[in-house]
């Protein structure tokens, strides 16, 4: 990359090897169920994930999509986090597109909905309530820090969530940062859920995808649910072969990412005007605030780092005085040195 692009994993490039094997994929017809590199990814994911199946999508926001609307029909009701992104992120989509009612609660610090909350929420057989369905979840929680939720809170939702008869969706764009560091397979983070989303193309550096994976007869459904959407993609095996490459060799080094992270944190919390709480950098996210009396206004500093250092930081989108550096791939250690000495220069 020609600049060092810290708004967000989702600008990360192809690698070499992804290109290389994009380029060469076999491929079918994937509609047809033909497409070898596509089933390849999509049983690969599963595997990974301790689930049945697969089914690539063209994006996370397209998996949690088809996941709501195979778990839920009109008039239904899913619980959801406030912050999470399949509220606050998703052009409504699962309301416009599939009726579905969001009961919203507030995400703790810890990226996680209160037990007691969800119970609440819950709707008694009533005629004037909608009926719940759903629980959704968000790991890593990202909006509020990229903060990686347990296996054994997971496990106490799903427990509610079958104690209720409702289905568990994990939206886990990241969910192998959380992963990573937990130091726990993403199996076991999933362990309990109905279905899955996570991405390949944020910190795994595919160009485009996601898989969402849950059991044969889930995924049976949501394929038709994909195609109703637009999903049904046909020579795919050109993108999934870069998926492949993200699943066999993308996941270990995401320690670097969040090594550079804290980094990061460490040498911003050394600066002037700058307010970080550096026991919330768990993954690849680092937020922190620009003080209200900085010799230098946020936006001001976001213009100066893109001309004057070719760094893209920027306030982090609703907000005036936060910004979110994200690290991934193709943002080195030399690259953690040159924004704080950039930072520096512009704050002292
Ligand atoms: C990025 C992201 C998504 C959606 O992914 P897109 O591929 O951008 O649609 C969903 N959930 C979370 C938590 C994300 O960070």
């Known amino acids: 990359m020609d600049v060092i692009d810290l708004r967000s994993d989702t600008v990360t490039w192809p690698t070499e090897a992804m290109r290389q094997a994009m380029a060469y994929a076999p491929v079918g017809d994937d509609v047809y169920g033909e497409d070898p590199t596509v089933n390849a990814l999509e049983a690969e994911a599963a595997a990974l994930l301790g689930k049945e199946a697969g089914l690539f999508v063209a994006s996370g926001t397209m998996g949690n999509l088809t996941a709501a609307l195979t778990h839920c029909g009109r008039g239904d009701e899913m619980i959801v986090g406030r912050e999470a992104h399949m509220f606050r992120y998703e052009a409504g989509g699962s309301a ?113 995808g996601s898989v969402l994976v849950g059991s044969h007869a889930f995924i049976r459904r949501a394929r038709r649910v994909r195609k109703s959407l637009g999903g049904g993609m046909r020579q795919a095996g050109v993108l999934a072969a870069a998926g492949l490459v993200a699943l066999r060799t993308m996941i270990d080094r995401l320690v670097e990412d969040h090594a550079n992270a804290c980094a990061l944190a460490e040498g911003l919390a050394a600066l002037p005007y700058i307010e970080i709480d550096g026991s919330r950098v768990r993954t690849n996210m680092v937020f922190f605030d620009l003080a209200q009396d900085a010799p230098i206004a946020p936006a001001a500093l976001a213009d100066r780092l893109r001309h004057e250092y070719h760094i893209l930081l920027r306030p982090y989108p609703g907000y005036t005085h936060k910004f979110r550096a994200v690290t991934h791939y193709w943002v080195t250690r030399a690259h953690i040195e040159q924004t704080l000495e950039a930072m520096r220069a512009l704050l002292t």
């Open 96 to 208: 416009a597109l599939g009726g579905i009612h969001p009961h919203i609660l507030d995400v703790q610090p810890d990226g996680t909905l209160p037990l007691e909350a969800i119970r609440r929420a819950i709707r008694g057989d009533n005629d004037h309530f909608p009926r719940t369905r759903l629980i959704c979840l968000e790991n890593t929680q990202g909006t509020i820090g990229g903060i990686p939720i347990t296996a054994e809170y997971t496990a106490q939702v799903g427990a509610l969530a079958r104690e209720h008869g409702l289905k568990l969706h994990i939206d886990g764009a990241r969910i192998f940062n959380a992963a990573v560091a937990l130091g726990v397979p993403a199996s076991q983070l999933v362990a309990d859920a109905d279905s899955v989303s996570f991405c390949l193309s944020k910190g795994l550096c595919a160009p485009v």
